[in-house]
């Protein structure tokens, strides 16, 4: 149906069609010539789109439409995990971009897409004109966003609800009961510490960015400062036209899954994507004092292990160094164990889940620490987020554009090679859908034989690799030979790269051989550094009460980095780390100091492991009581990491109201964490006469709520 200027005029004041017959008619036409209707609604925090969003879902299935309406970060398994990080305010501007995008794409290909197929009417409560106006607001690259979201279906209609700040604002504060929330005002670009004020600021750049989209011709205003009689009579004028017209953009959305037949479109799609040549060069540098180093490789390439000893081996030298990596932050860890099960993100929602996870990890830890001059190491990087993009039928240029516009350029980058016999000998492939069967490729669909599909997988990966390691000038390493055969080659590009010759600086020989023995029995490294960091933080909050020197500090890193060292060997493994340590000929230790450390670890267990006389014997009173008061701090940093799986990021411990408070910085619930610090607090409660509770995101609700503003969340 051809529609009349006047119909193109809006507002218009047509009147709302309620003859019965004629809606019956209109539907019946719709569903011989169309395949749907995607309407949207925009506008500010506050400016009431909902409220028209539900009437006209009301009034279009009264009229027997089938009706589906879709809401801003509501998808089944990505919502849940944002809209606890920004509740406790962890979400920074590119990630909060990057998971709203994840959101946006998984509803698009489960919902949107699929919906508009089958003829229905989606409504939109926002859409990616969202993405656009915050993140320009936010100060989200202009070209990053519109590539993102260059693949969003066009809506046939789409409408701003616009509305003064002002009466926003009035409206969002009598909605909530408090002043607007953390990210709706934009606290964490703007600096202000008022939420009223920074609303204001925040929601007027929102709302000058929507104007522009007014200005293209992408957004129909309709004022929204009368009835909502009025309002809606607006907003149906303008939509009854399309029920009969012919709609566009409803193009069928890329496939989920690659079914078993398409195999050789998908061979042929690598086979053209792996052309492309430079990588490293389209990331913008850094341009900071500190060095990004990155290793790369395929999975079973022994990767983690030569971050590790990298890491150790910066160390021992006195290098401000950071290690970290993907794929363990609450980002992926929440949303993928709840979507794993059902196989449910696409290829294109798991690389934004990715880019999510990139923004985050960069935002948080990596451009911190290069700025005051550290050096990072990164266990995997872009290079293998863009592989495994491809690998999936990405579009090449898409992919590209997505994780350039989050990413930095490496100072150093290294690729570390293996021949698929040497990858496949390492492999154990006996649990589909885990461990190492989620390297296979299955959710490709091209064959649902794991190990056809692993070789599949990873022979074409690993030709990615190869080619982008030598189309990027990226030293390669053969690590099919002994691990150590590797070790001074990637220790040599990485002092070069930092700018010191390591025969002139002084090893610390002490930290090396702890170290060494650490690594010899197969510590986990992960929870030991972890575990290291809280006792130190947890010893430097308490020096007032136990005053001990930075010797028994030491001692006590020493003790955390080796209290687990019997773990292999089974039950009453403290027992276990105690004989390993004290059977160990250290060369810069002295026997005393062994046995301190030796003392401390397996102390460190509980109250039951009392010093007998044998292990007591020559320690002095003040060393005895030493010695509990660090396994008692120890103790507690063992229980923050419970789980082993680094849930609880980061802690401050406050002294407050005659007690210690260790406030754990985690976006999960962290249960497991926070039941055994109380279960293990006995300890140190019993030599530091100091009650010890345990809180979560405690620093970020008391800035929240404005009582203040002076906290440094990451002291």
Request: hydrophobic residues 40%; proline residues 3%; neutral net charge.
């Given at each position: 149906m051809e529609k009349t200027q006047e119909q193109n005029d809006i507002p218009n004041r047509a009147p709302v069609m309620e003859n019965k017959k004629r809606v019956e008619n209109k539907?019946?036409?719709?569903?011989?010539?169309?395949?749907?209707?995607?309407?949207?609604?925009?506008?500010?925090?506050?400016?009431?789109?909902?409220?028209?969003?539900?009437?006209?879902?009301?009034?279009?299935?009264?009229?027997?439409?089938?009706?589906?309406?879709?809401?801003?970060?509501?998808?089944?398994?990505?919502?849940?995990?944002?809209k606890r990080a920004k509740r406790a305010q962890l979400l920074t501007p590119n990630a909060f971009s990057a998971l709203h995008a994840t959101d946006f794409f998984y509803r698009l290909e489960n919902i949107i897409a699929p919906s508009l197929a089958a003829?229905?009417?989606?409504?939109?409560?926002?859409?990616?004109y969202t993405a656009v106006a915050r993140g320009r607001a936010r100060g989200i690259d202009t070209d990053w966003v519109n590539n993102v979201y260059s693949l969003a279906i066009e809506p046939d209609i789409a409408f701003l609800c616009d509305v003064p700040v002002d009466i926003a604002l009035e409206r969002v504060t009598k909605k909530n009961g408090n002043p607007p929330k953390y990210y709706e005002a934009g606290m964490d670009v703007s600096g202000e510490a008022d939420p009223i004020d920074s609303f204001k600021d925040f929601q007027t750049s929102v709302a000058q960015e929507y104007a522009g989209l007014v200005e293209k011709g992408k957004l129909i205003p309709v004022e929204m400062d009368r009835t909502e009689d009025e309002i809606f009579d607006d907003i149906l004028n303008a939509i009854e036209p399309l029920l009969d017209s012919p709609l566009s953009g409803t193009e069928t959305f890329p496939p989920q899954v690659q079914e078993?037949?398409?195999?050789?479109?998908?061979?042929?799609?690598?086979?053209?994507?792996?052309?492309?040549?430079?990588?490293?060069?389209?990331?913008?540098?850094?341009?900071?004092?500190?060095?990004?180093?990155?290793?790369?490789?395929?999975?079973?390439?022994?990767?983690?292990?030569?971050?590790?000893?990298?890491?150790?081996?910066?160390?021992?030298?006195?290098?401000?160094v950071v290690k970290s990596g993907f794929g363990s932050t609450w980002i992926t860890t929440e949303i993928t164990n709840r979507a794993a099960r059902d196989n449910a993100l696409s290829p294109r929602t798991n690389i934004l889940l990715t880019a999510s996870e990139i923004s985050y990890i960069l935002e948080v830890e990596v451009l911190p620490a290069l700025e005051r001059g550290a050096t990072v190491i990164?266990?995997?990087?872009?290079?293998?987020?863009?592989?495994?993009?491809?690998?999936?039928?990405?579009?090449?240029?898409?992919?590209?554009?997505?994780?350039?516009?989050?990413?930095?350029?490496?100072?150093l980058t290294i690729y570390l090679d293996v021949p698929f016999e040497t990858l496949q000998s390492r492999v154990d492939l006996s649990s589909v859908w885990g461990g190492d069967s989620q390297h296979a490729?299955?959710?490709?669909?091209?064959?649902?034989?794991?190990?056809?599909?692993?070789?599949?997988?990873?022979?074409?990966?690993?030709?990615?690799?190869?080619?982008?390691?030598?189309?990027?000038?990226?030293?390669?390493?053969?690590?099919?030979?002994?691990?150590?055969?590797?070790?001074?080659?990637?220790?040599?590009?990485?002092?070069?790269?930092?700018?010191?010759?390591?025969?002139?600086?002084?090893?610390?020989?002490?930290?090396?051989?702890?170290?060494?023995?650490?690594?010899?029995?197969?510590?986990?490294?992960?929870?030991?550094?972890?575990?290291?960091?809280?006792?130190?933080?947890i010893y430097d909050a308490s020096a007032d009460i136990h005053g001990l020197g930075s010797r028994p500090r030491r001692l006590l890193e020493y003790a955390a980095l080796l209290h687990d060292v019997g773990h292999s060997e089974g039950a009453r493994h403290e027992e276990r780390s105690y004989r390993i340590i004290m059977d160990h000929n250290f060369s810069h230790l002295s026997n005393r100091e062994k046995r301190l450390i030796a003392l401390i670890s397996l102390y460190h267990n509980g109250p039951a492991q009392e010093l007998n006389e044998e292990r007591q014997a020559n320690l002095r009173a003040e060393e005895q009581l030493a010695v509990?008061?660090?396994?008692?701090?120890?103790?507690?940093?063992?229980?923050?990491?419970?789980s082993n799986k680094q849930v609880v990021t980061r802690i401050r411990v406050v002294r407050e109201a005659g007690a210690m408070i260790l406030d754990i910085n985690a976006v999960g619930t962290a249960k497991a964490e926070r039941k055994s610090v109380l279960a293990k607090r006995d300890l140190f409660e019993r030599y530091f006469n100091l009650p010890v509770l345990v809180d979560r995101n405690r620093a970020e609700r008391i800035i929240r709520r404005g009582k203040n503003t002076s906290i440094d969340l990451f002291s």
């Open positions: 539907r019946a036409s719709r569903q011989r010539k169309h395949n749907g209707l995607l309407v949207v609604f925009e506008g500010l925090d506050g400016a009431g789109k909902s409220t028209q969003v539900e009437r006209l879902k009301k009034h279009l299935k009264d009229a027997g439409y089938s009706v589906v309406v879709t809401s801003w970060n509501s998808s089944k398994y990505i919502s849940r995990a944002t003829g229905k009417i989606v409504i939109a409560d926002r859409y990616a078993d037949s398409q195999s050789a479109w998908f061979a042929q799609k690598v086979k053209i994507d792996s052309k492309a040549g430079a990588f490293i060069s389209r990331l913008p540098e850094h341009n900071l004092p500190g060095k990004l180093i990155v290793i790369e490789g395929a999975h079973r390439a022994g990767v983690t292990h030569q971050v590790n000893v990298l890491y150790d081996w910066l160390q021992v030298r006195g290098v401000d990164l266990n995997r990087y872009l290079l293998t987020t863009f592989i495994e993009g491809l690998l999936r039928g990405i579009d090449r240029d898409w992919l590209m554009e997505t994780l350039a516009g989050l990413g930095i350029r490496p100072d490729g299955l959710d490709i669909g091209f064959t649902r034989d794991v190990e056809t599909s692993f070789e599949f997988y990873q022979r074409r990966a690993l030709d990615l690799y190869r080619d982008f390691a030598e189309s990027n000038g990226i030293p390669t390493l053969d690590s099919s030979r002994p691990p150590e055969e590797n070790y001074a080659p990637i220790a040599n590009f990485t002092a070069d790269t930092i700018g010191f010759d390591p025969a002139e600086i002084k090893v610390d020989k002490e930290l090396q051989e702890v170290l060494e023995l650490y690594h010899a029995h197969n510590g986990y490294f992960e929870h030991a550094q972890k575990v290291r960091e809280f006792a130190v933080r509990r008061r660090l396994a008692g701090i120890l103790r507690l940093a063992d229980a923050l990491d419970a």
